[in-house]
């Protein structure tokens, strides 16, 4: 294959009401190297995506021990072990515009409002809401006519952008982190289902309703529609390219099965005559671990290189019996200094930073370019509020995974000054994403030794 005759980054397989976007495949790379101008010190894009958890964290058992390179993970952050030399944790940061600034209570909902925008939310419960551009939509905006979907937005709890949800804060900046502008939150979605057809429908109309109605009752894969379309490009690759989308499709496949599976245990079961989420997991484990999958394959593909997935909505008062949690999150978080309240809070604080971990494995060990995924992403893991019962908004518990295309030294515990803007790091993350920008929202420049 020449260089003329190579693949587009932007490839396509096509069929009857589906289009597939591609990893990348060494047809895909130049064969003279990349050209100027393009991401990342490898060509390959980069990718950033934000995953935000609720009610603030444990503080001395987040925090590692250590600063520097020289640093041991902390008992909160242990099943990272697998993933520690592709980490960084970033202590001393602050958002200072979720403090009530005079508004009285309502620190949740400002948490969640200024999160990724570093603005003041405008307290009301009507129309007249009010935040900022969030550092996701600010790249996308950039960035997003480059990818088939400028951004992806993921939760696993819904909830509305209507009414009183806290102190006399709207439920939109509860149930929200991203913003398009000040007064347009982006809705998250929670139905794995819908996200995987927003991602593979067909571009015109994310796919006809006769067809995915039809592929639903004969429970045809999307990798059945678009068959001959794979077959065709598969003859023209080396055996590399080859196994490696033998790879890509089995892990589709995967996918679909459990969102089926899923699906029917659902319609064999007795459910209630009560209000439910429709081909939402019955399971929060199942439930996460499709959402990091999708997100996963979303940045694989190059369908979207922006992202944010909110683990819980803010306030959340879930459960987690499945490690032995069966009180309310949001109740336990209010602890008082009570180690019968203390104790459960370490447990769900650790179950979520799993499922973290389990993800950027998973990034780890998809192989793109001259490395993985992961060393082409930054994934940004965290909250507005360190510690749930003071409700405090400085010296957040803040991850940042991924090296930036080289851009990021890893494997560090990096401690700045006391509330240093939360909004500098975005900022720097920015510059890495080529968006260009030089204010967000109370950013007061870039962060220092990130890539030291």
Same mark, same amino acid.
């Given at each position: 294959m020449n260089d003329q005759s190579r693949l587009p980054r932007r490839t396509f397989l096509k069929g009857v009401g589906a289009s597939l976007g @591609? $990893?990348? !495949? #060494?047809?895909?790379? $130049? !064969?003279n190297g990349w050209a100027a101008g393009t991401s990342g010190s490898t060509g390959v894009p980069n990718r950033l995506a934000f995953v935000f958890v609720p009610n603030g964290v444990i503080v001395p058992d987040w925090t590692p021990q250590g600063e520097g390179p020289n640093w041991q993970l902390s008992p909160t952050l242990q099943p990272l072990a697998g993933v520690k030399d592709r980490l960084c944790v970033v202590t001393g940061l602050a958002q200072d515009n979720a403090h009530a600034k005079g508004d009285g209570a309502g620190d949740h909902a400002r948490s969640?409002?200024?999160? @990724?925008?570093?603005?003041h939310p405008v307290k009301t419960d009507g129309v007249d809401i009010r935040a900022g551009v969030s550092v996701d939509q600010v790249a996308a905006e950039k960035i997003g006519s480059m990818t088939r979907l400028p951004s992806l937005e993921l939760g696993t709890e819904g909830g509305r952008n209507a009414g009183q949800c806290d102190s006399g804060y709207s439920c939109a900046y509860s149930n929200n982190i991203s913003w398009k502008t000040p007064s347009t939150p982006m809705s998250k979605e929670i139905n794995p289902k819908l996200v995987f057809e927003r991602m593979f429908g067909s571009a015109s109309d994310r796919e006809s309703v006769k067809n995915r109605a039809k592929r639903d009752f004969y429970r045809k894969s999307i990798l059945d529609s678009i068959g001959d379309d794979a077959e065709k490009l598969s003859a023209k690759l080396g055996q590399t390219d080859r196994r490696k989308l033998d790879e890509y499709f089995s892990s589709i496949r995967e996918i679909e099965l459990r969102i089926t599976r899923l699906q029917s245990g659902r319609e064999k079961q007795t459910i209630p005559k009560i209000e439910l989420p429709n081909q939402i997991p019955r399971e929060l484990d199942d439930h996460i671990k499709l959402m990091f999958d999708l997100l996963a394959m979303s940045? +694989?593909?190059?369908t979207t290189r922006v992202a944010t997935?909110? @683990?819980? #909505?803010?306030?959340? #008062?879930?459960?987690y019996p499945m490690v032995g949690v069966n009180d309310g999150h949001h109740q336990l978080s209010h602890h008082q200094n009570k180690e019968d309240f203390i104790a459960p809070l370490k447990k769900i604080d650790k179950y979520l930073v799993s499922h973290f971990a389990r993800f950027? +494995? /998973?990034? /780890? #060990?998809?192989? +793109?370019?001259?490395?993985? !995924? @992961?060393d082409h992403s930054m994934i940004v893991y965290g909250s507005a509020i360190s510690d749930g019962n003071q409700h405090n908004h400085n010296d957040l518990p803040i991850l940042l995974a991924g090296s930036g295309s080289g851009t990021i030294a890893t494997n560090r515990h990096l401690v700045y000054p006391k509330n240093t803007p939360l909004n500098n790091l975005f900022l720097s993350l920015l510059d890495r994403m080529e968006a260009g920008v030089d204010q967000l929202g109370d950013s007061t420049g870039r962060l220092d030794r990130l890539n030291v």
């Open positions: @591609l $990893p990348l !495949l #060494n047809a895909m790379c $130049p !064969l969640a409002a200024a999160f @990724l925008t570093g603005v940045f +694989e593909t190059d997935f909110m @683990l819980a #909505n803010e306030g959340s #008062n879930r459960s950027i +494995e /998973k990034l /780890k #060990n998809t192989p +793109e370019g001259d490395g993985s !995924l @992961l």
